[in-house]
């Protein structure tokens, strides 16, 4: 999924990278990255999904 991001006429610089960086943040891309960083089994997924979960629920009470 190319992210293609095109100078609008009078915009700066600055306007552009924000509108390229709230594009990547909306797209998902830097989580997905850094979700495949390394390979997880899907036991090693699915143990880290329940540790995440049970320390939801021991935070939120």
Known sequence: MPLEVSVREGETQDSLL??????VQMG???????AHRYFL?????ARLKAK???KRKRIGR
């Not at 924000?18 to 594009?23: E, I």
């Open 41 to 45: 089994s899907k036991r090693d997924a």
């Open 28 to 34: 998902g891309i830097l989580r997905e990255a850094k």
């Open 52 to 54: 995440k979960n049970a």
């Open 18 to 23: 924000r509108r390229f960086q709230r594009m």
